[in-house]
């Protein structure tokens, strides 16, 4: 019966070799794109390191993704309220 906790075993094992093998890939991403680049925009003209503005990037879209979600999200909560089906369509029987 001792073949479970070995299995659990050998999943650390994994999960620690995965995690280590993301963390080698990121550090080696992140270095590759440590130089600086010019970024122009409108207004502005600036020179940064390409991961932070490859992040600020990702960053900024993920929160323009959040903010419409939940706009969306809040939209269908207040028509189903005005509908007064709360959730969803009501069963036929």
């Not at 299995?7 to 794109?33: D, H, R």
């Not at 122009?40 to 960053?59: E, G, H, N, T, Y």
């Not at 999200?73 to 709360?86: D, L, Y």
């Amino acid at each position: 019966m001792k073949l479970p906790e070995r299995k659990s075993e050998q999943g650390i094992y994994l999960l620690i070799a995965v995690a280590a093998l993301v963390v080698i890939y990121v550090v080696a991403f992140i270095v590759s794109n440590a130089r600086r680049v010019e970024v122009s925009f409108l207004a502005f003209d600036a020179k940064a390191p390409l991961i932070v503005l490859m992040l600020a990037c990702v960053l900024l879209g993920l929160a323009i993704g959040l903010l419409l979600a939940r706009i969306a999200e809040r939209r269908r909560a207040e028509r189903r309220q005005s509908t007064g089906t709360e959730n969803g369509p009501a069963d036929a029987s």
